[in-house]
Each structure stands twice: as structure tokens, then as C-alpha cells.
């Protein structure tokens, strides 16, 4: 069965601190990983990874991944208020066309 | 373009009653799928399509049933609501397999 495991499941930090958050995965037949953030309703996209090795970047967030170790981080430096969220992995495969997400990251920044 | 909008937006039904989540996308998008998110939990996949006219199951499709005759729409309908499926409801789609999923707003499901 295919797997989606995140963690925390929870963090609160303070403004300015790095976060680090974990998203593994077992799947047959990978093809990408996708993040997530989620405020108040829907979901919004981050990054989707598809090769090991090669860092995505997006202002203070960057995200990797591992198809040898089958995992990838998403990083958050200087957090602020507004990083407030949960953070969604989701994996998706080449046997179907599923997506499964992880059951997500649940941040809080304190001012 | 509205994106992927989804009606209503909240809903509270009893034990047994019926209803239909509409979902529908104006990106001439191929693929669909609907999620539901239950508290303190992320999502879970219901149902999906990857074009008019085909429909496959997700992790948890009991309890539901979809349909997709045109590109654009996607219902959802739950035929004996239960209160196991309290929860929030989300549409996606993308353009293809290698695209990212664009949500809904969600709708919010009570069965009491």
C-alpha cells in the first residue's frame, strides 16, 4: 500500500528561526512529490519534485529530494507570522494517476 | 478564469439523506479529484478522473459516487449520509499527470 509519512506532525517556533520539515514515502512506481501549503482553506502549491539532488527555491522556502532514501525536506528560513500553516506532501505515481497526500505538517510561527 | 469552484459551501444533512457536491473547473482540465479532510488530518483521495467519461477509485471511495460526463464537472454524491462522513470536501484538478492540482474552496459536510 502506498505511504505518505510526515514530520512533525506539529512545530511552533519563533519569527526568524529555520524550520526543516520531513515528508517520506513508500510507493510503487514513483513519479513526483509535491508540496503544499494550507491556511485557512484550500490547498496552495509549493513545489513539485521530481529528480534527486536538485534544490527548488522559492524566496525563504527551498525543498530536495531523495529517490535513493525515498524522502524530501522543505525548508523555511527567517519564518514569519505568515508561514503560519499546514504543510502537505503528497506523492504521485506512474502505476495510476493517484495523488496521496501525508497527513501534513501543522506550523505555527510566534511573533 | 473562477479556477475550480465548488457549491455549496457548507452543508449539514441527516443520517440517510442524500446529496450532490458540485465541483466544476473552467481550465479545460483533464484530471479531477475529490478529497475529503477530517480534522488534524490531511487528505484522503475519494474518487478521480483523468478525462469525460472515466472514473476510477481513490483510498476511501465507500459511501460515494462520481461522475464525469463533461470536462468541466465532477459531482460527487453521497447517496445514505452517515455521520462518518463528516468532514470537509475538496475538488482538484490539473491539466495532466505531470501538472500541479488546483483546489477548491472546500465544502464543509455535517451529518448529524
Known amino acids: 500500500e502506498d505511504k505518505v509519512v510526515q514530520s512533525p506532525l506539529s512545530l511552533v517556533v519563533h519569527e526568524g528561526d529555520t524550520v526543516t520539515l520531513n515528508c517520506s514515502y513508500e510507493v510503487t512506481n514513483f513519479r513526483s512529490l509535491l508540496w503544499y501549503k494550507q491556511e485557512k482553506k484550500a490547498p496552495t502549491f509549493l513545489f513539485m519534485l521530481t529528480s534527486s539532488g536538485i534544490e527548488k527555491k522559492s524566496g525563504r522556502l527551498s525543498s530536495i529530494l531523495d529517490k535513493k532514501e525515498l524522502f524530501s525536506i522543505l525548508n523555511i528560513t527567517a519564518t514569519q507570522t505568515g508561514d503560519s500553516a499546514i504543510y502537505l506532501c503528497?506523492?504521485?505515481?506512474?502505476?495510476?494517476?493517484?495523488?496521496?497526500f501525508g497527513k501534513g505538517t501543522r506550523l505555527h510561527i510566534l511573533p | 478564469n473562477a479556477g475550480v469552484t465548488q457549491t455549496p459551501k457548507f452543508r449539514i444533512l441527516k443520517i440517510g439523506q442524500s446529496m450532490t457536491l458540485q465541483c466544476t473547473q473552467d481550465m479545460n482540465h483533464n484530471y479531477m479529484y475529490w478529497y475529503r479532510q477530517d480534522p488534524g488530518m490531511g487528505l484522503k483521495l475519494i474518487y478521480y478522473?483523468?478525462?469525460?467519461?472515466?472514473?476510477d477509485k481513490g483510498e476511501v471511495p465507500n459511501g460515494y459516487n462520481v461522475s464525469r460526463s463533461t470536462t468541466e464537472d465532477f459531482p460527487l454524491r453521497l447517496e445514505l449520509a452517515a455521520p462518518s462522513q463528516t468532514s470537509v470536501y475538496f475538488c482538484?484538478?490539473?491539466?495532466?499527470?505531470?501538472?500541479?492540482?488546483?483546489f477548491g474552496n472546500g465544502t464543509r459536510l455535517t451529518v448529524t
Open positions: 503528497a506523492v504521485q505515481t506512474n502505476r495510476d494517476d493517484k495523488i496521496i
Open positions: 482538484a484538478s490539473s491539466r495532466d499527470s505531470n501538472s500541479p492540482l488546483h
Open positions: 478522473s483523468v478525462g469525460a467519461g472515466i472514473t
